[in-house]
Nanobody, 125 residues
Framework: EVQLVESGGGLVEPGGSLTLSCAPSGFAYNRIYCVAWFRQAPGKARERVATINTDGRVARYSDSVKGRAAIWQDNTKKTVYLLVNGRKSEDTANYYC?????????????????WGQGTQVTVSS
């Protein structure tokens, strides 16, 4: 069974940076996965922030973080990281990691089957 555990959330000042981690377990060794970061702020719809293909390392970002975010995977631990620089108040949200078995196409367009519990990020001075 695939499980995802997020960490790294917390309080960050405006303009600061924060790196979130998603540690997966249960990934089949012979499969490729899409891993995505989503976020949801109170009263707002869930937003897809970034996705990565664990084989080709193809990454894509939402317009809201493009140019100030990076998603990557540690080859050894398989942990997927999300760094967002220049934090703004609108980045305040609960951030979730999600995964799906890759079967072709673009990870950005996938529906995700496996979800973590989320980690809260608050941008405030």
């Amino acid at each position: 069974e695939v499980q995802l555990v997020e960490s790294g959330g917390g309080l960050v000042e405006p303009g600061g940076s924060l790196t979130l981690s998603c540690a997966p377990s249960g990934f089949a060794y012979n499969r490729i996965y899409c891993v995505a970061w989503f976020r949801q702020a109170p009263g707002k719809a869930r937003e897809r922030v970034a996705t990565i293909n664990t084989d080709g390392r193809v990454a894509r970002y939402s317009d809201s973080v493009k140019g100030r975010a990076a998603i990557w995977q540690d080859n050894t631990k398989k942990t997927v990281y999300l760094l967002v620089n220049g934090r703004k108040s609108e980045d305040t949200a609960n951030y979730y990691c999600a995964a799906a078995v890759y079967s072709g196409g673009r990870c950005w367009e996938y529906g995700y089957d496996y979800w973590g519990q989320g980690t809260q990020v608050t941008v405030s001075s």
